[in-house]
């Protein structure tokens, strides 16, 4: 083996190798990253624009959704909770508990039943029910800024996500035999639980404590909150690492360590929501551009484009949409007409594994998401504006 070629062989059994392998593979994510971290480090209006933009977003957002998942996965790890064991024994029960697991905050619920339905552990309708009622992980977002908000949509979304989930059983005829498992969605795995998984998780607790304190108004005073200030821009520096560095796309393979998954995702969650405050906080500070114009122009159609825009696959434009609802741009009917038609991440494996499956159960959620957005629209148009 000539020299070169011994150099890149050790290169590449090294952790050095492997990091620049991971960055070579995910050249966007590095390319967002760098944008994000400049803009940090600016000065002027568009620095003091974007750390404060952060700041909420990790304090009042990431660290809730870092606590929620953490939850959530460690249950499933410490306490065995096998969910999909669950789906495939509650009979009669099937549809509300279906319907229980789209609605918890983020894509997991959602993918469990997801995949219960592609192993033939899980009925249609039971499909329908678990999308209809996941908001994703806008759901973070919304809880996070706006609670009274968020518990009509996650109420509303579980009663319409019932009737659905029966409803379609009813009259819809699908089959849902186990899939052969060339067919299976394969969801890579990050691998053995790192230090930066562990220190960012840590970062996360302590940004919850003043994510509460936030909520509370507790020590409200100057160095409170340069101390949020700065443990913000670690934490969200540091998760871009663990985000830019991770094989994984939008979610986590659950063999891995739950500290790892709470690392990956809430990283991956907090990207958008940072893209969608930025993205406001430059529209309304530095264009002429009248987004509430805009959009008043629009209204009518805004619960529409709500619903429409929950066919995207993914949390991005969801959580892009739920951030111009918190400021006061876009009426509640847009985001609860968006939170039924929209299945967040849990889209993804459905695409990949049940292709048709997805497409009906798509289609079948747009009806009451219609129905629901305008009858907010005309019955109670100022309601939780």
Same mark, same amino acid.
């Given at each position: 083996m000539n020299l070169p070629n011994l150099i890149i062989a050790t290169n590449q059994g090294s952790l050095v190798g492997q990091t620049l392998g991971r960055l070579q593979k995910n050249p966007k994510r590095v390319a967002v990253s760098i944008?994000?971290?400049?803009?940090?480090? #600016?000065?002027?209006?568009?620095?003091?624009? %974007?750390? $404060?933009?952060?700041?909420? =977003?990790?304090i009042q957002v990431s660290s809730f959704v870092g606590f929620t998942l953490f939850a959530f996965y460690g249950a499933e790890r410490y306490f065995g909770l096998n969910l999909q064991k669950i789906i495939a024994q509650s009979n009669q029960f099937e549809i509300p508990f279906a319907t229980i697991l789209g609605a918890i905050p983020g894509c997991g619920g959602a993918i469990l039943v997801?995949?219960?339905? *592609?192993?033939?552990?899980?009925?249609?309708? *039971?499909?329908?029910?678990?999308?209809?009622?996941?908001? &994703?992980?806008?759901?973070?977002?919304?809880? =996070?800024?706006?609670?009274? *908000? =968020?518990?009509?949509?996650?109420? %509303?979304?579980?009663?319409?996500?019932?009737?659905?989930?029966?409803?379609? $059983?009813?009259?819809?005829?699908?089959? !849902? /035999?186990?899939?052969?498992? $060339? !067919?299976?969605?394969?969801?890579?795995?990050? &691998?053995?639980?790192?230090?930066? /998984?562990?220190?960012?998780?840590?970062?996360?607790? =302590?940004? +919850? @404590?003043?994510?509460?304190?936030?909520?509370?108004?507790? !020590?409200?005073?100057?160095?409170?909150? $340069?101390?949020? +200030?700065?443990?913000?821009?670690?934490?969200?520096?540091?998760?871009?690492?663990?985000?830019?560095?991770?094989?994984?796309?939008?979610?986590? !393979?659950?063999?891995?360590?739950?500290?790892?998954?709470?690392?990956?995702?809430?990283?991956?969650?907090?990207? #958008?929501?940072?893209?969608?405050?930025?993205?406001?906080?430059?529209?309304? /500070? @530095?264009?002429? @551009?009248?987004?509430?114009? @805009?959009?008043?122009a629009s209204f009518p159609y805004l619960p529409l484009i709500g619903v429409i825009i929950g066919f995207i696959p993914g949390c991005g434009p969801q959580i892009v949409l739920t951030t111009l609802y918190i400021n006061g741009i876009v009426p509640f009917a847009a985001i609860m007409g968006n939170a039924i038609s929209n299945d967040g991440d849990a889209l993804f494996p459905a695409i990949a594994i049940a292709p048709k499956a997805a497409f009906m159960a798509t289609i079948y959620s747009a009806i009451p998401a219609l129905i629901v957005a305008y009858s907010f629209y005309f019955l109670l148009p100022s309601f939780l504006n």
């Open positions: 944008v994000i971290v400049m803009l940090l480090l #600016w000065s002027g209006d568009i620095g003091d624009v %974007t750390r $404060n933009a952060i700041r909420d =977003a990790f997801v995949t219960a339905y *592609a192993s033939g552990r899980a009925s249609f309708g *039971a499909l329908v029910a678990t999308l209809v009622g996941t908001m &994703g992980d806008a759901a973070f977002l919304l809880i =996070a800024v706006k609670p009274d *908000a =968020a518990l009509v949509v996650i109420g %509303t979304s579980l009663i319409i996500g019932m009737l659905s989930g029966f409803v379609v $059983n009813q009259f819809v005829s699908l089959p !849902n /035999h186990p899939l052969p498992k $060339n !067919n299976l969605f394969v969801v890579p795995r990050i &691998g053995k639980l790192q230090s930066i /998984h562990l220190l960012l998780c840590i970062i996360l607790l =302590a940004g +919850l @404590f003043l994510g509460v304190s936030d909520l509370l108004q507790i !020590n409200q005073t100057p160095y409170w909150d $340069n101390f949020a +200030l700065y443990l913000s821009i670690v934490g969200t520096i540091i998760g871009l690492l663990v985000w830019t560095l991770s094989p994984t796309t939008t979610m986590t !393979n659950t063999h891995d360590h739950p500290i790892s998954r709470v690392a990956f995702e809430t990283s991956f969650i907090t990207v #958008w929501i940072i893209g969608g405050f930025l993205a406001y906080e430059y529209l309304t /500070h @530095f264009t002429p @551009f009248d987004i509430t114009s @805009f959009f008043l």
